[in-house]
């Protein structure tokens, strides 16, 4: 897709600081490094600030909260916000926890980047219905024209950042740009942690100077197609999973591989 330049090879190799669940730690660490970056997981209160003040980008991911961490999550996005820091907030659970939400909807204040989250999530948080179970996205809630007019109306409320809504179609909005994109494979929905890793890549992108916007469909692009390259009829869980991680490593060697981006992107002017 020629809306997007290829970035790689990254201009450097950048220190991406995840506050993130324990059940997809690993996979995001292995995702930001095959891509050429360096993680750290630390979300401690006593000693996160050390490491958000030595990130070049910080994502937050609310899949395994607790009173502690949504203390780390506060301390170091308040530190993005004054530093300037790129930040994504990945709003997990919110569909289900009147706390998620409330600490997503501070976290506004803080002006992060990126918001993301699945088509349930993102509807919940906007008020618009939704039938959102646990942390999982509904098949009802891929309705996007009713979500897309609200998120116009968000981002004139937060024009600096981008929405990243995941589904079967991807939505990405900014104050002046919308983009369907349409890559992807059902077998991603069946492994835990694919969503944060859409999250991780996307921090990482934001740390090589890519909008919000740019970052996002990268991201959510570059996962898509990794995982289009290696699928095959019968593969077990277990061995597409350790295919997606490979792959991640591999894409980038491929010059073209922004060609193979389906979707469309439309410029939202005076919006």
């Known amino acids: 897709m020629q809306a997007f330049t290829n970035p790689f090879p990254l201009g450097s190799s950048s220190l991406i600081h995840c506050i993130t669940n324990e059940i997809s730690c690993e996979m995001l660490a292995n995702g930001i490094l095959a891509l050429g970056c360096k993680p750290v997981m630390a979300d401690d209160p006593r000693e996160v ?9 910080l994502f937050i991911n609310l899949g395994h909260l607790s009173a502690e961490k949504e203390k780390a999550i506060r301390m170091t996005a308040s530190y993005a916000a004054q530093a300037g820091l790129p930040m994504v ?4 659970g919110v569909t289900a926890s009147s706390i998620r ?8 204040d803080y002006r992060p980047t990126v918001l993301k989250g699945n088509m349930s999530e993102i509807r919940s948080l906007v008020g618009l219905k939704h039938h959102g179970v ?53 077998e ?15 921090s ?20 898509n197609i ?23 490593s591999l894409l980038k060697r491929d010059e073209n591989w922004l060609e193979a981006i389906k979707g469309d992107v439309y410029e939202q002017r005076g919006a």
Do not use: H
Not at 89 to 92: L, R
Not at 212 to 220: D, H, M, N, Q
Not at 226 to 248: C, D, H, K, P, W
């Open 49 to 57: 600030l050390d490491f958000t003040k030595q990130s070049q980008a």
């Open 89 to 92: 907030v990945d709003a997990v």
């Open 101 to 108: 939400k409330s600490l997503v909807k501070d976290l506004l």
């Open 134 to 186: 646990g942390v999982d996205a509904s098949a009802k809630d891929q309705e996007t024209e009713d979500l897309l007019q609200v998120l116009k109306d968000w981002c004139q409320t937060y024009p600096g950042m981008s929405f990243l809504v995941t589904g079967p179609k991807d939505l990405i909005v900014s104050k002046n740009q919308v983009a369907v994109l349409g890559n992807g494979c059902a």
């Open 188 to 202: 991603l929905d069946c492994i835990t942690g694919t969503g944060d890793l859409v999250g991780a890549l996307t």
């Open 204 to 223: 990482v992108f934001l740390s090589q100077g890519k909008t919000a916007f740019e970052a996002s469909c990268l991201a959510v692009s570059y996962l």
């Open 226 to 248: 990794s995982a289009e390259r290696i699928v095959v009829q019968g593969m077990g869980l277990e061995e597409f999973r350790y295919q997606v991680l490979n792959q991640l």
